[in-house]
């Protein structure tokens, strides 16, 4: 196995504070590697950061073996990288089509978009029912679903999903979790940010914990689960 | 100017300071035209045939002469701030050198008048730019330093001692103030055609004033001198008053009836810029129509005082009209205002520009037979106070002041008065809460501050201030036309305001001396005036939005700073569309101080 | 009954004029929440674009004939008024992306008056009024008891026309979406993939284009024109903005005819005569934003920036 993506002693600061200071971690093709840790640890930055909107102060960001710390956002995304942000933010004023369009905004071949565009429908039915509905109306479930699907549309080699299970009922989560593993078997790598540790640690390949801006402590998905310090600080037992 | 830092090489920083220093000496010494310049010699003797003896330096000679040995000095010698001093330093001898090469090489034959031509040479003007250029290059090797703090008392002492101490540096520092400001005011004399050079040797003059003022910042003295006559305010006011009082002796050289005149037009728009800057600077609110109550105010005090034009048929004493128009004024600022309760700052603009649109047209349509309409209103008569008529020459302690001193003096009082009110509005609940609503509405709403009256009452001390500058303006001019008051007046009141700083008082009255003394003095420029404000506007808010007298007790709200107890969303957004710029930027330099 | 028909033509023509103007007004504050004032110097400086064609670029044989000389001078003038848009977007906007609000509104008035000055001190002789070409027919179209000059139909035919093209071009197609997106949620639409700069630069452009187009129509309806046309149609334009609710292209039309339609009747039965008629627009400006601060068509959280 290759490393798709490679994070490297990554810094991150907004201003005079520091909200990532030290983070490392590889995320292998075909794997899905999960994040966890306490809010404001800095996991969200650090995807804000792998996708561009935010600029490291220090470290590096390799994605394929090449360096992606200095790319505008829109590069970024064409390399093959997709981020479905926290708190989802679908487009409310735009259709589930306008909304799954924009996500395949970089790409040319109309046929595929369609292609893919079904498959979405496919995988979250519901969608398709209301492609025409704006997307503000929906539930934050469903809205979850357009941000995955959305990320989805540009074909991504690495799909970032930050906090799918925000918000959501347990039913709708497993929902949401059982479609991460049917994305990774269709060979999407996937980097997973959740709070939902245990749930989170169950799903993935790779898990690290993320704490007070670096990574601590990282190891196999299971074993993590098995750790007693992870199980103490973010499994309540 | 971190994105230069690093330029040049640390070890060139010295040679660098010390050829810059070294050719600006030598500027001072060099003759700077080859050619006679068609109005006369350039003044200072720096033309060719008059250039008879290199050590007989007036004028920006002598000034560049300062600068270079300064510059030599202070750079073998070690000096807190030294970077700082060097820069301004460099500043101060380029701008010197730019005005006057421009000038020579415009006026006397292009590029040959300030280089060599017909056998003679005379380099002065480029020598005075490169070495200007070296000493700013110097500067941007690294990071500047630290402006050094001083202490309050320099020999230690306490109690009585310590304040009695302080008391001799404010009268010095406030006589440097005296000096400084007449100086500039007389700098190149009257403008126009009684004399063609007032222009160039005014600008240049600037240069040096900027060069000095920018040094002894660097060294941390104006700092002090703030902090001093912060703390001693009162004693402070009274030195500052004094000093104002002494602007039309004759010793001053500033005691002439067109210096008097000059000044007082300045003061009165000083009161004015200190009024939109309660408005603009402290409470965030732009108002393009601010001149119109200034306008409201004029008209007022004109009918009521018993012009001939007027059809009110009033004629009330000034102090009663001048409350009555401030009043006034007042209650149309209340009423433009409240707007504000229900829409936000970039609307408002559009309000206030609208009123002041409807303002000036009403006037020239002569609305209700107050304003004359486009004759005006001739004719108000003289401010008369213990039978004595404004505009008459007095004789005070044996010294005879020219005429207009007295509305000077009146003007000096009134502009001390507002500073005192702005300065006490500034620090009180009211002030907090203006400052609050300019930060963050929503937030300032959510800590129980009434944000609508805030607003309200804001538009309401400034448009009075405006209000009762009008009623001076027009006794003083005796004339009360619309044309006074249009669009274009805002804007360069609101030019005066940002370029001074905004939410300072030294900052809207330097500003307003600026923008009002430079027509002044470059009348050939009158016609570029309003293009070079509006371009000024354009490059203050890119390159130094926090004016030339920042507030330093607030994070300058303009110059995008982060304030502690911001909520991290707007700094996530800063640091995001930071990041968005620099995308452009090519490769990245590690984020450090943007400011 | 013929008077207020005639009045009412008027207004359609002013209320066609400022609505290209506001659709440029209501695009740029919808994705970067500027109110940029200078908009309604790129008017200005288009219609004199399209006057220096005619004067220097176009030969005189061809002059008379319409169908040649209006197609030059409207080219002329957009050119003139994309290339200064861009410009300014590029220069003084765009370093202040990240400023508080105050800054960009103030840059805008600065880059308004140097415009205004600009042409006055440089276009020659343009520190007087200047007279502009009726290229077009030169008519009076006759609907009965009201005439209306055939230039000035042209400007209503145009300005509806272009209207319903901008909001199709920006519902339908790629770059729309685009815009639609970055002004809804610019980081999630970088997300997407969407270069931001290249969408404001967009925004401009066609903010421009409508400017310029409308500057060139303008002129040539209105015969003469000065410096600060720009400044007086514009704060229009900007009011027909908020009436129809900023942000929204259709608000910003209707807003437009309305305002034109306040204007001419205004000055026609309210004391004061024309004399005070643009009082009245500034009347229900203030009206509208105390009572109704999301315009007739805009969507509540908007105004609240």
């Not at chain 2, 501050?449 to 309200?456: L, P, S």
């Not at chain 2, 982060?562 to 569309?577: D, H, M, N, R, S």
Request: with cysteine; glycine share 12%; proline share 4%.
């Amino acid at each position: 196995m290759t490393a798709l993506l490679e994070v490297d002693d990554l810094s991150v600061a907004y201003g005079a504070i520091e909200a990532v200071r030290s983070v490392s971690f590889v995320v292998e093709e075909g794997q899905i590697v999960c994040l966890i840790g306490a809010n404001g640890a800095g996991k969200t930055t650090t995807l804000r950061t792998i996708s561009g909107l935010l600029r490291p102060r220090a470290g590096d960001i390799r994605f394929d073996g090449k360096s992606i710390a200095k790319e505008p956002a829109h590069v970024i995304l064409s390399r093959g990288v997709a981020h479905s942000p926290e708190g989802r933010r679908v487009f409310a004023r735009m259709s589930v089509e306008e909304n799954l369009l924009l996500g395949a905004y970089t790409r040319k071949d109309e046929a595929g978009v369609r292609t893919d565009m079904n498959r979405v429908y496919e995988l979250f039915p519901v969608l398709g029912e209301r492609k025409q509905q704006k997307a503000g109306l929906f539930s934050g479930g469903e809205q979850q679903m357009l941000a995955i699907g959305r990320a989805m549309m540009s074909k991504p080699r690495l799909l970032m999903l930050d906090e799918p299970s925000m918000g959501l009922s347990p039913i709708m989560t497993q929902l949401i979790f059982d479609t991460i593993k049917e994305l990774q078997q269709q060979g999407t790598t996937i980097l997973l940010v959740e709070q939902n540790a245990l749930a989170a640690l169950a799903l993935s390949d790779r898990g690290y914990v993320v704490d007070l801006g670096q990574t601590t402590l990282e190891g196999p998905g299971h074993d993590l689960l098995a750790d007693e310090r992870v199980r103490a600080a973010y499994l309540g037992q | 100017m971190s994105r230069f830092t690093g330029l040049i090489p640390l070890a060139l920083v010295r040679p660098f300071n010390a050829l810059g220093g070294l050719l600006l000496l030598v500027a001072a010494m060099l003759p700077w035209a080859t050619f006679l310049l068609n109005d006369g010699p350039f003044p200072e003797k720096s033309t060719l045939q008059y250039f008879d003896a290199p050590f007989e330096l007036t004028g920006f000679r002598w000034h560049l002469l300062v600068f270079g040995v300064v510059a030599l000095v202070t750079t073998f010698v070690p000096l807190r701030g030294k970077d700082r001093v060097l820069r301004a330093l460099g500043w101060g001898g380029l701008v010197i050198g730019l005005v006057c090469g421009y000038f020579i090489a415009e006026n006397g034959g292009g590029f040959g008048a300030i280089t060599a031509a017909d056998g003679a040479s005379a380099f002065g003007s480029v020598v005075a730019v490169l070495g200007g250029l070296l000493l700013i290059l110097g500067s941007m090797a690294k990071p500047l330093d630290e402006i050094p703090e001083w202490p309050t008392s320099l020999f230690g002492l306490t109690g009585m001692a310590a304040r009695l101490e302080a008391y001799a540096y404010l009268i010095v520092a406030f006589a440097g103030v005296l000096w400084l400001v007449t100086q500039t005011l007389t700098a190149g004399g009257i403008g126009g055609a009684a004399f063609p050079y007032a222009g160039p040797i005014f600008l240049a003059f600037l240069g040096f004033a900027g060069g000095l003022l920018g040094a002894l910042h660097g060294i941390g003295l104006t700092r002090w001198v703030s902090h001093l006559s912060e703390k001693h305010r009162a004693f402070s006011i009274i030195v500052l008053l004094a000093c104002a009082f002494l602007l039309p002796f004759p010793f001053t050289g500033a005691g002439s009836q067109y210096w008097m005149q000059v000044a007082a037009v300045i003061g009165v728009y000083a009161a004015t810029a200190i009024g939109l800057n309660i408005v603009v600077g402290l409470a965030g609110l732009l108002d393009l129509g601010y001149v119109a109550f200034m306008g409201i105010g004029a008209f007022v005090a004109a009918n009521l005082s018993g012009a001939v034009a007027s059809q009110v048929g009033l004629d009330l004493p000034f102090p009663v009209a001048a409350l009555i128009a401030a009043v006034i004024a007042g209650i149309f600022g209340a009423i433009v205002g409240s707007p504000t309760l229900r829409v936000r700052g970039d609307y408002l603009a559009i309000v206030t520009l609208a009123f002041g649109e409807i303002f000036t047209r009403a006037a020239q349509n002569n609305i209700g037979e107050l304003t004359g309409g486009a004759s005006a209103i001739p004719g108000v008569p003289q401010v008369t106070m213990f039978g004595t008529a404004f505009n008459e020459k007095i004789t005070l302690f044996g010294a005879e002041l020219p005429s207009g001193v007295l509305y000077y003096f009146m003007i000096v009082l009134v502009v001390g008065a507002i500073m005192a009110v702005f300065a006490n509005l500034k620090n009180s609940r009211m002030g907090r809460a203006w400052i609050a609503i300019r930060e963050d509405e929503d937030a300032a709403r959510a800590m129980g501050i009434r944000t609508g009256k805030a607003k309200i009452l804001a538009f309401l001390v400034g448009a009075m201030l405006a209000g009762l500058a009008g009623a001076i303006f027009v006794h003083k001019l005796g004339t009360a036309s619309y044309d006074s008051f249009k669009f274009l007046e805002s804007v360069t009141l609101l030019a005066a305001v940002i370029l001074g700083g905004m939410g300072t008082i030294p900052g809207a009255v330097l500003g307003a001396s600026l923008l009002f003394v430079l027509p002044e003095k470059l009348r050939e420029f009158d016609d570029f005036r309003l293009f070079f404000f509006g371009l000024a506007l354009v490059f203050i808010m890119r390159f130094r939005p926090q004016g030339l007298v920042p507030d330093r007790h607030r994070r300058a709200e303009l110059a995008g700073e982060t304030a502690e107890g911001k909520p991290i969303e707007t700094e996530e957004e800063q640091a995001v569309l930071e990041h968005e710029e620099r995308g452009h930027a090519g490769p990245s330099a590690p984020k450090e101080d943007r400011a | 009954m013929t008077t207020l028909l005639q009045q009412i033509a008027n207004g359609l023509v002013l209320g066609a004029t400022i609505g290209l103007i506001a659709l440029g007004y209501t695009m740029v504050y919808g994705i970067i929440q500027l109110i940029n004032f200078a908009h309604g110097e790129v008017f200005m400086v288009g219609a004199f674009g399209g006057l220096a064609v005619y004067r220097w670029v176009l030969p005189e044989s061809v002059r008379g004939d319409w169908y040649i000389s209006l197609p030059a001078m409207l080219v002329g003038g957009v050119v003139v008024a994309v290339v200064i848009a861009v410009l300014m977007e590029r220069f003084a906007y765009r370093p202040l992306r990240n400023a508080p609000r105050l800054a960009p509104l103030i840059t805008a008035l600065g880059v308004s008056v140097a415009l205004q000055e600009a042409i006055r001190l440089w276009f020659p002789n343009a520190d007087a009024a200047q007279p502009f070409p009726r290229v077009f027919i030169d008519a009076q179209v006759r609907l009965g008891d009201v005439s209306i000059p055939a230039s000035g139909l042209l400007l209503i035919v145009v300005s509806v026309i272009l209207a319903v093209l901008l909001q199709t071009y920006i519902s339908r197609s790629r770059m729309g979406r685009a815009m639609r997106a970055t002004s809804q949620d610019r980081d999630t639409a970088r997300l997407m993939g969407v270069n931001p700069d290249r969408v404001i630069v967009l925004t401009f452009v066609l903010g421009a284009t409508l400017a310029g187009i409308a500057g060139v129509l303008y002129g040539s309806f209105i015969t003469n024109v000065d410096n600060s046309i720009g400044f007086q149609n514009g704060i229009f334009a900007f009011t027909a903005a908020v009436l129809g609710g900023i942000g929204s292209l259709r608000g910003a039309v209707i807003g437009a005819f309305i305002i034109g339609l306040i204007k001419s009747l205004g000055g026609q039965y309210m004391p004061g005569g024309t004399q005070y008629d643009y009082v009245w627009i500034f009347v229900v400006l203030i009206l509208v934003l105390v009572f109704r601060p999301q315009g007739l068509f805009g969507e509540a959280e908007r105004v609240r920036a």
